[in-house]
């Protein structure tokens, strides 16, 4: 028989329903054993249709995800996995990766997967997994990698260790914390047990650590309530710790507070070793479960101890008790705290885990605590036990009853102050949260994404629209913008959407608020060029502080900046970086040094080390900070580009030319990426344009200039208008257009003259770009003038190395040469060569040296001294050809120079 | 390799030039090869060793600049071959590796597929010689579909047929080789 024929009846049957197959091949096929032999084969076809055998190629799976190698599959959700993974560079760690599924990425659940990362990346708390690192598989697929924590059960680990009461609820108040911080970002856990409340020991101390932060959230459930939430039968996991309004499967009602109980019942678990709904029938099933969650109130953890069970005198052993102890202990407040978290309605739970925090911690100090009975004789008790020396020496009742109603009344007030805050924060919260995922939503016309400006934009109406009725919030998101404005190079925009922010900050009068708008408002003014303005500002923001004994950090920090944005501004240098350091010990003090904050702060380090001439400790600081944005999962974002561009100005003023240009065009392709179709934004475009010119790559620059030029002005950029217009003149000038440059340089010089100050080297600069127009046009005493005028500018020669002092002394050599002046002209060559060797990493990469050794070179042998010439043109062949390419005509003239020695005498 | 040179190759097995067709997978093979290999090295974010995506870029690498239908079909013909020795000589050298150390596979260089996937990989292999002698046509689109990861479609173009007569192809040998693998 042929495998034709077998194909021929396989095909016949093959669509056939099994059951007529057989019928169908014993009236068409006479040989029995080629009827089994079909009947296999279409078995087999069955079989491989069903398991898609051999549709998969062999290899396509991936064992290895970005730089890390997946170890073990650790967890699994509806659309999302988690591995246990291990990455051997740039260190050896462990981490947990988790990944969307293949086959489950639709746009719903990536976009949510990205909201759900970039959430966890804003976190930064020492009890929360922070992230690793955050990318996109070969096949699309989303993930992030966070820390690992080979933690044990927040439970298990107190029975283990036998921690008493005290302990266990300093624990619990490190994890209410953790939460708030959460809260606080916009991120609502929903799955808070002690499964996911892991503890590690870290310097012998036991360290809380809060993970799977919203992977319920990411990929089970969110706006789409998923299958896992609707169907009580399928519910994944317990539903012990699931407040009632999570059981009742209204999952787009749920809020901050769902979590508060949740901490309840870990609470409860922590103190009894009980659960609060646990029904002694051990196959009761979900379902029972929730109805009993709905319909029944928890008895008091007190009362659970005190019955005599094996168990409860368990419990109370791991906690250094016998169960009469432990119920005594947990009798009144304790047993009050837990109720007031487990409250069904919860209008009547506390608003936030800082607020169920706060009680615990005033428990620990004997002060009365919020929840329970308020009955005069508890205050009373509780006062007592905190005064106990001074009441006793209290001569009569009379003294005791004053200072008593003064007390309460002021603990009233706190108490009232504490809630409203709490209550802000969880609405806060959520506010936060539905705003983001509704700026996500928002597309832009036919459909396609919106540009970074325009999302801002959008953000900034949708703040009108939905959230006028907050001024406390609408302010702070005001702010956010305003500083995403900034990023985008709108100068005009931030400025505007600040000024509504100062207003609503000083109409509630909220010091933290007004003070961190006033500082942010100030580099706003310093970037539009207005230093007094943002004298006032300073002012007004130090006033602000003033009033807050306790400011939060991040408002610390942001002032810190403005202060030494205003140093710089006064070119206080020395003041900038101390004010700048402080700012940066603060954040590692406190461990906020994943955020985006830090990374200003180092960039900004950056720029005053750039302005000192400090290059090779800004390079090595660039270097850092970008690693450090890779780490943390913000590669992707405009920070980062700027770190790339900055990385280009350093290797620029370091002379090391063709190393710039590939930096700068490398932001570009991030900047790409990010902005899509979206031009680069006009600090990019100068950046590269200055790469460009320098390498002799005129047209390309002239051309990036120009659009850079009309973009900064349409986002009212004045800053970056007046930059890209003063390199277009530059890049005339280098192409041998002078004439052509000169009307455009006055410009930049009114605008820059209108803060001298600032703009000092700017405008020394600017003076040698004139001397070089003169030199061109063969005005050599007006060139004198321009670059003695330059120089004295930069105040040489007692003068700090500016970073383009060394250029201009060359120029100057240029001139005195072209002069006749040989002596001066060597020696500004020669003061022109020791500095750029001076910041060079190695003066045979750097431009700078080799334009200072040629002409040094043809001074020397207009002097007649021909061994030093040529040895000075070797190596300035050497230096330009390394960092400007063999086919630049600086390289080329010092070639020139090399052949004909004897030609000048 | 020069550009041009894969085209007369082409040329030359399109013209039934056996030795041509040889070195032509001798060129496949070192670049499909070298291209796998610097994948898996690269410690870069999000790589899976993609065997469509490897003989589509050895393709675009080896620019053969003459498209005609005959060459495509003997370039990717001879791609398939080529990765199902990359994957057979893999498969074998991991396990001969797990027999060695007794245990866990080692991650070697090119290790990212799962143990059983490597013994499906050997048992299609040797299937697949068999099936060729019946009909070499049937073993072309396995090799196509199975070792060089290509749809449907794609080994229809591949081949110069309609996606249908694949699917039908693909149905029969697929049945056959799992029968026979069991």
């Known amino acids: ?905 | 390799m020069s550009d041009g040179e894969v085209t007369r190759l082409l040329d030359a097995a399109g013209s039934g030039d056996r030795a041509a067709l040889d070195r032509l997978y001798g060129q496949v093979y070192d670049e499909l090869r070298r291209l796998a290999e610097s994948r898996l090295r690269r410690e870069r974010a999000g790589h899976t060793l993609q065997p469509t995506a490897l003989v589509n870029e050895a393709y675009l690498r080896l620019s053969p600049d003459s498209s005609s239908w005959e060459n495509r079909r003997h370039f990717f013909g001879a791609a398939a071959q080529a990765m199902r020795r990359i994957l057979v000589d893999h498969a074998r050298q991991k396990l001969a590796d797990k027999r060695a150390a007794g245990a866990r596979v080692t991650l070697a260089d090119l290790d990212i597929a799962a143990p059983e996937e490597d013994l499906d990989v050997l048992a299609v292999s040797d299937a697949l010689d068999v099936l060729a002698q019946e009909d070499p046509r049937l073993s072309e689109v396995v090799s196509l579909r199975f070792f060089a990861g290509m749809s449907v479609e794609e080994t229809a173009r591949a081949l110069d047929v309609s996606p249908m007569t694949i699917k039908r192809d693909w149905a029969f040998a697929r049945a056959w080789l799992c029968e026979r693998i069991g």
């Not at chain 1, 706190?414 to 996500?440: K, N, P, W």
């Not at chain 1, 706003?524 to 207005?530: P, S, W």
């Open chain 1, 1 to 905: 028989m042929s495998i034709g024929t077998e194909r021929a009846l396989f095909e016949a049957c093959m669509d056939l329903a099994p059951g007529q197959r057989t019928a169908w091949l014993a009236e068409h096929c006479g040989d029995p054993a080629l009827r089994e032999r079909i009947l296999r084969l279409l078995r087999a076809h069955d079989a491989a249709q069903e398991n898609g055998s051999l549709e998969q190629s062999p290899i396509a799976t991936a064992r290895r995800i970005g730089t890390f190698d997946l170890l073990e599959r650790i967890g699994e959700g509806a659309m999302g996995e988690v591995w246990l993974a291990e990455q051997t560079a740039p260190v050896r760690r462990r981490v947990a990766v988790k990944i969307v599924k293949a086959g489950t990425g639709s746009r719903e659940v990536i976009a949510r997967f990205e909201l759900e990362r970039q959430a966890l990346a804003m976190m930064s708390h020492p009890s929360i997994a922070h992230i690793v690192e955050a990318g996109e598989t070969a096949d699309g697929r989303p993930y992030f990698a966070m820390e690992y924590v080979p933690g044990i059960a927040l439970t298990k680990y107190c029975d283990q260790h036998r921690l008493g009461i005290d302990e266990r609820l300093g624990l619990f108040i490190l994890i209410c914390e953790a939460v708030q911080h959460a809260h606080q970002k916009g991120v609502i856990h929903r799955d808070l047990k002690p499964g996911n409340l892991l503890v590690a020991e870290v310097d012998g101390r036991p360290l809380p650590k809060v993970i799977d932060f919203g992977i319920a959230k990411a990929v089970a459930l969110d706006r789409q309530p998923s299958h896992a939430h609707t169907m009580i039968g399928h519910l994944i996991g317990t539903p012990e710790y699931m407040s009632p309004e999570q059981a009742q499967l209204s999952p787009l009602d749920v809020d901050t507070r769902a979590d508060v109980y949740s901490l309840g019942v870990v609470l409860h678990e922590l103190l009894t070793g009980a659960l609060p709904f646990k029904t002694s029938d051990p196959n009761a099933t979900p379902a029972m479960l929730v109805h009993e969650l709905l319909t029944h109130d928890p008895a008091a953890p007190s009362s659970r101890v005190r019955v005599a069970a094996p168990e409860p005198q368990e419990s109370a052993a791991n906690r250094g008790l016998t169960s009469r102890q432990l119920a005594a202990r947990l009798a009144g407040d304790l047993d009050w705290i837990v109720l007031k978290a487990l409250q069904k309605d919860r209008n009547r739970r506390y608003g936030s885990p800082s607020e169920l925090a706060a009680d615990v911690r005033r428990h620990l100090a004997d002060e009365p605590v919020v929840a329970g009975p308020p009955s005069t004789l508890y205050r009373l008790r509780k006062f007592a036990a905190r005064h106990r020396l001074p009441l006793t020496l209290a001569a009569g009742v009379f003294v005791a009853a004053i200072a008593f109603g003064a007390m309460m009344a002021w603990q009233a007030h706190q108490l009232a102050l504490q809630r409203d805050e709490a209550r802000f924060q969880a609405r806060r919260a959520e506010a936060s949260s539905e705003f983001m995922s509704l700026m996500l939503e928002e597309v832009g016309p036919e459909g396609r994404p919106l540009s970074p400006l325009e999302l801002v934009d959008k953000g900034v109406q949708l703040l009108d629209r939905r959230y006028g009725a907050d001024p406390q919030f609408a302010a702070r998101m005001l702010l956010q913008m305003s500083r995403r404005y900034m990023d985008l190079g709108s100068t005009e925009k931030s400025g505007q959407v600040l000024v509504r922010a100062l207003a609503i900050a000083r109409e509630i009068d909220d010091p933290d608020l007004l003070a961190d708008v006033e500082c942010t408002t100030v580099r706003a003014d310093l970037d539009a060029n207005r230093p007094e303005l943002a004298k006032e500002h300073l002012a007004g923001a130090r006033a602000a502080l003033a009033r807050l004994p306790h400011a939060p950090i991040v408002t610390e920090v942001d002032c810190l900046r403005a202060e030494a944005d205003m140093a710089e501004n006064d070119r206080d240098f020395a003041t900038a970086e101390a004010t700048l350091r402080k700012a940066q010990q603060l954040l590692e003090q406190s461990e906020n040094t994943r955020g985006l904050l830090y990374h200003a702060v180092l960039t900004d380090l950056g720029g005053v080390l750039f302005r000192t001439s400090r290059f090779r400790e800004a390079l090595a600081l660039n270097e850092l900070t970008a690693d450090a944005l890779d780490r943390n999962g913000r590669g992707g974002t405009l920070g980062r580009v700027t770190v790339s561009m900055n990385r280009a100005s350093l290797l620029m003023r370091l002379g090391e030319v063709r190393g710039a240009e590939a930096a700068a065009a490398e932001a570009i392709r991030r900047s790409q990426r990010l902005r899509g179709s979206e031009p680069a934004t006009p600090m990019q475009a100068v950046g590269y344009s200055i790469t460009l010119n320098r390498l002799g790559r005129h047209e390309e620059a002239r051309k990036l200039l120009t659009a850079a030029r009309e973009q900064a002005r349409t986002l009212g950029a004045e800053f970056w208008t007046v930059i890209a217009q003063y390199h277009l003149a530059r890049s005339l000038v280098l192409a041998g257009r002078p004439a052509e440059a000169r009307p455009l340089l006055d410009e930049v010089r009114t605008a820059w003259g209108a803060n001298a100050t600032a703009n000092r080297d700017r405008l020394a600069d600017l003076y040698r770009t004139q001397a070089e127009i003169d030199l061109l046009q063969g005005n050599i005493a007006q060139a004198r003038e321009w670059i003695d005028q330059s120089l004295a500018e930069f105040g040489y020669p007692k003068a700090d190395p500016a970073p383009f002092l060394g250029a201009a002394l060359t120029t100057a050599a240029q001139i005195y040469a072209k002069a006749g002046q040989l002596h001066e002209a060597e020696s500004l060559a020669t003061a022109a060569l020791k500095l750029s060797e001076g910041i060079a990493r190695d003066p045979r990469q750097s431009a700078d040296v080799g334009e200072a050794l040629l002409v040094l070179a043809s001074v020397k042998r207009a002097r007649g001294d021909e061994t030093t010439a040529q040895s000075y043109v070797e190596r300035a062949t050497e230096a330009l050809s390394n960092s400007l390419g063999q086919e630049h005509s600086l390289t080329r003239q010092a070639n020139a120079m090399q052949l004909q020695p004897t030609n000048v005498k």
